[in-house]
């Protein structure tokens, strides 16, 4: 089968859905399929083979966040290349709804088109408010995928119509077999985010620091990520700086090898997460996950039973329930037994599958994606098409 697949974030910006995109792609080239990426990526970035670049992305607000997108008519012009020399049998569009080479390529294309949603925001005004501009290109398309149910659920609640459920997925081996390093071990938390971004919970763990290290003083905060280091300790106690370790950015093996050496993973994420693939990694490596209680992570963590859960955003709750986990072995080795067999759902030999087979099912009888050559251009689509 020859698979298009559409990322709208741009590739040199790790995010969970360019490392899904990813993923989903070499999945489905070891199985012998041919596939292409388009991805917006500036232009010293290195790429895999089977990725296309669609140009440099800019920095815009999404979904609480800062976000590196590709929109225009340079790009629009892209993506109709990119359709035309593809001759796919189907066209894989990730956030559809974003203002980027998705809803481009939903513009663009006619024939076999299946979208995820990643995106959980549950009040957004912008995507409802757009709804008359995506509703064009949201007909178009032939199947729908949520990564969670609370991502299907913004998709009712806000464009109408339905989707099935299928994961985010992971290599569970590669992350259950990496090798720990001993310098991370020992009484270790671990973190992994972008430093800068406040919704990803840095300072909230920060905040909650002081009352763990009084209580279990050995313990040493691991944190992998870009951003402000200095600022990101600055609120906290000089004596205690020390007991932060930030490790900067981090590659696929070290992060697999950092997960398998903490005691713990904390995620104190605070919202605009529609899943959480970290606790799925973390997991993966049997790494006990203590989380805030978002509904995504909840579901993730099978309601609780493959992780504990705290109080949003409450630093206190935090620091109680990780004092009393690191002072558990016990509870710790049960964390770690129930969270990498629950995993196991989420592997890529699960999802990919389920993902081919809603292809299949788009595919069976219809004809190969093509260029649509009614009105694609983005005049058109505002209404500024010339007579």
């Known amino acids: 089968m020859r698979i298009g697949i559409v990322c709208p974030y741009s590739w040199d ?127 178009k398309i032939s199947a729908r995928i949520a990564v969670s149910e609370y991502a299907r659920r913004t998709l009712v609640e806000h464009l109408g119509g339905d989707a099935v459920v299928i994961p985010n997925g992971v290599d569970v081996d590669f992350f259950a077999k990496a090798e720990p390093r001993p310098e991370w071990q020992g009484g270790t938390i671990g973190f992994i985010g972008r430093i800068d971004e406040p919704r990803k919970g840095l300072p ?87 989380a805030s209680d978002l509904d995504a992570f909840v579901q993730v963590l099978d309601q609780g039973g493959a992780g504990e859960v705290f109080a949003n955003e409450d630093a206190d709750a935090l620091a109680e329930a990780a004092v009393r986990l690191l002072g558990d072995p016990a509870r710790l080795a049960e964390l770690r037994a129930r969270g990498s067999a629950h995993v196991r759902r989420f592997d890529w030999s699960t999802v990919g599958a389920d993902i081919l087979s809603v292809y299949e099912t788009v595919t069976a009888g219809a004809a190969a994606v093509a260029t649509d050559e009614r009105t694609t251009g983005l005049r058109a689509r505002f209404g500024l098409a010339r007579d």
């Not at 200095?230 to 900067?248: C, H, M, N, Q, W």
């Not at 903490?262 to 973390?282: H, K, M, Q, R």
């Open 13 to 139: 910006v790790p995010g969970g859905v360019q490392f899904h995109v990813r993923d989903l792609a070499e999945y489905f080239l070891r199985l012998g399929h041919h596939v292409s990426v388009l991805a917006p990526a500036d232009d010293d970035t290195p790429l895999p083979p089977y990725v296309v670049s669609a140009g440099r992305a800019v920095p815009v607000p999404y979904n609480g966040s800062v976000a590196r997108l590709n929109f225009g008519f340079l790009s629009a012009a892209r993506v109709r290349r990119w359709l035309h020399e593809g001759a796919f049998d189907v066209v894989h569009i990730h956030e559809p709804t974003s203002p980027s080479l998705g809803l481009l390529t939903c513009w663009a294309a006619s024939g076999p088109i299946v979208a995820t949603f990643h995106t959980s925001n549950p009040r957004s005004r912008a995507m409802i408010a757009a709804y008359a501009i995506l509703q064009a290109a949201l007909e």
């Open 204 to 290: 909230v763990l920060m905040r909650a620091l002081p009352r763990i290290l009084a209580a279990r003083p050995e313990t040493r905060l691991l944190v992998a990520g870009r951003g402000d280091e200095e600022a990101a300790v600055a609120d906290l106690p000089e004596e205690l700086r020390p007991r932060v370790e930030f490790l900067g950015m981090i590659s696929d093996q070290d992060k697999a090898r950092l997960l398998r050496s903490v005691d713990l993973y904390v995620a104190p994420n605070t919202g605009g997460e529609s899943f959480g693939i970290i606790l799925v990694e973390a997991m993966s490596a049997g790494a006990p996950v203590l």
